[in-house]
């Protein structure tokens, strides 16, 4: 499938890579720690027949600029998803987050809900949601401590050994290489926003499209997947158990793009409002 890739300046000067393939209904997918487009390049491929598929480098990380010496607000990561939907979906999008990317996703609907069609939050971490006493609440302090005590080798060791699967398989070279330069804005950056998130739940409430919080099979009972069934129990909306772990769609691309299908094209059709790519015109006898 042909990739065509670019970058959009936002309101304050940035540039964000990005990456589009396919045709159809929009689908904008958001990436967490590392904010790589790389990570969905398979499963992009896998759902390009039947969607126009964005992806893209979160700012500050891999080939996108506008990372700055502050710490990143979910604020301006959600600005910049919507100047993406904006620019190559025509103003609406289904949106797909997973973890950081859920977080910004689940932003994203809260303060910009003209923009989406519905959202997919795949394991947020939103451990401020738990109950007080559970120890998933202290992953992001803990992590944090690492990175001031050693830097960012030492806050990234720690968390790929709280990330079920990690280990199992390997990454594509570039990818990899990308993430390493990332890692330093990551915890020095990202980290403090990722760690206060509390989801906006009026707001959310509110949203005049589908919701679906999901996790995957392999992932219960941690602490960046237990998130997503409280939030979904808080929001009263639907909660969908996915394949694998947590970053399943790059460990096995084609099985999570079959999962993904399904239910993007289901809320797509909410409604028996079936897009016309999926309409077609019938076939001679």
Known sequence: ?????????????AELYYEVRGAGPALLMISGAGGDAGYYSGIAEGLADAFTVITFDRRGNSRSTGGGVAPMALSRQAAD?????????????????????????????????????????????????????????????????????????????RFGETVRGEGSYRWPTDLWERFLGNAEHLFGHEWPAFAAFQPDEAALRAAPFPIVLGAGADDRGTYYARPSVEIARRLA????????IHMEFLRNPALFAAALRVLATQMYAVGGRVPELWRGEPEAP
């Open 1 to 13: 499938m042909d990739v065509s890739s670019g970058r959009l300046t936002v309101d304050d000067g």
């Open 81 to 157: 998803a919507r100047a993406l939907v904006a620019e190559l979906a025509g103003g609406r999008a289904l949106v797909f987050g997973n973890s950081g990317g859920a977080i910004i996703g689940l932003t994203l609907a809260a303060r910009h809900p003209e923009c989406l069609v519905g959202l997919i939050a795949h394991e947020p971490p939103a451990v401020n949601v738990l109950p007080g006493d559970d120890p998933g609440r202290g992953f992001f302090a803990e992590v944090a401590a690492r990175y001031a005590a050693g830097g960012a080798p030492a806050a990234g060791r």
């Open 237 to 244: 909306v639907p909660w969908v158990e996915f394949p694998g």
